[in-house]
């Protein structure tokens, strides 16, 4: 008897745990696990792209030294750098060593002044487009005392005979630069070739052998931009000949041909053509140097330009 009732309360216990427990509770709900074949999300880049980072294009310029030591290039790339977003990469050398980083795929761009180069360059296929940009002329420029006695000779072939026969210093470019194929083609016309003490091939640009010319008193052939910006720093150099068809001096600029490489910024170089050419720019080009000298030190060349003073567009 009491064992059954000691089964009984056991029972009634029971359940008043169960009611104050407010009954058997209700299952909860866990999400669905993802399918283990849906794709993994993507990984965040490491780096992020280009425009988040401020990098811009770059374009490499392979120039003479004339463009860069005459203050042309300092004055008027920003323009094309603030407009287009690029930074500008210039490599100032002699024309023959633009022409040949242009052959290696070393530059995008050249602008050069030896056109006998330049249509070589062209034909053997290493440009893509080439465009008349702009001209001066070269000058022969030595001491005031002149001791080969060339001043105010208009005949250059002339006046490099007399320095020859006078053994007077002559410091030569001898970078195979365009000054330096329109110093040789000079003594060509001379029928001379240069030799001996007096004759100093310094294999330097324009502006260091305009430094040496002044310190040896020395005569050489030099652009008329880089001279007179030089002129600005103290040479005592003077023009002592001018004016022989024979020392016009063209630029032009060329874009290398892309097949040199995917690193060729192709369409970046002929944006840079096509700003160059433009009259804006040529505006520019011919402004440059007038308020120091009362006349600019390169004269605007370009088919549009031409095309916008009226004058035949294929012509010099």
Known sequence: MKKNRLVLFVILILAFLLVSCGGAAEPTAVPAAAPTDAPAPEAAPTEPPAETTGERPRLILATTTSTENSGLLA????????????????????????????????????????????????????????????????????????PAGIAGMTDAAAAFTQIAEAQAPFVSRGDDSGTHTKEKAIWAVAGIEPAGDWYISAGQGMGAVLTMADEQEAYTLSDRATYLARTLEGTQLVILVEGDPILFNPYGVIAVNPTKGEHIQADLANQFIDWLISVPTQELIGNFGVAEFGSPLFVPDSNPWRESQGMDPHSS
């Not at 500008?88 to 180069?117: E, K, S």
């Open 75 to 146: 004055d008027i790339l920003p323009v094309f750098q603030d407009e287009y977003n690029v930074d500008v990469d210039v490599v100032a050398v002699g024309t023959g060593q633009a022409l040949q980083l242009g052959v290696d795929g070393n530059a995008d761009v050249l602008l050069v002044h030896a056109r006998a180069q330049e249509d070589a360059f062209m034909a053997n296929g290493d440009g893509s487009r080439r465009e008349d940009v702009m001209y001066n002329d070269f000058i022969i420029v030595g001491p005031e005392s002149d």
